[in-house]
């Protein structure tokens, strides 16, 4: 089924009961790497939003979120140290020009600057705020002395009685020759191909 989180026949509470998996494809990993590179070197955060679809196989009880392209933040977007803040008119057109294309957005992708790879309190503020059913987001970060960034991915969702979860994503991330390789979420995944 190609769309984003509205067309997904899954409610909220039923996240709880299965897979998410993460497919980052190549040109959407090239994009945020070369973003995220372009702000951390010099510590400042940068996002973009993350662009795909979902599909669902009820069968395996696996919701496989396919991220195909990921946006740079924009030129009006703001970059400081601890935050950064997207550009709403280049944000708006982007999605637009995807829609056209039957991609939704899935959530969006943000640098940290040091080495912090969970999300932080602004984070979950902002997440809150954005009301999707479910809400991909990754974070980046390049550690001292590497040349490549980390990646971790999370989903957020709202169960029926309110409660605010937050689910870390294992990720198939593809590579070069168009094979994927599998990383767990429980680490900081160095975005390079292996």
Known sequence: MR??????????EQFSGIRLELVLRRQAKDAIVNETLRFARRGLETNGMLL??????????ILFCEVITATDSGPF???????????????????????????SMLGFW????????????????????AAMPLY??????????????????????FRQDGEFIRRQLDIYMEKANGRFD??????ATVMKDV
């Open 3 to 12: 769309g984003g989180p509205s067309s997904i026949r899954v409610s909220s």
């Open 52 to 61: 795909g679809n979902m599909r669902f196989n009820s069968g395996k009880g």
């Open 77 to 103: 977007a703001e970059h400081q140290p601890g935050r950064t803040s997207v550009d709403t008119r280049y944000q708006t057109q982007r999605l637009e020009e995807a829609q056209g294309r039957n991609l």
């Open 110 to 129: 943000h640098s940290h600057p040091r080495y912090i790879t969970e999300p932080s309190s602004g984070d979950h503020i902002s997440i809150r705020a």
């Open 136 to 157: 991909i987001s990754l974070i980046t970060t390049l550690q001292s002395g590497e040349s490549v960034p980390r990646l971790r991915g999370f989903a957020f969702y």
């Open 182 to 187: 599998f990383f767990d979420a429980a680490k």
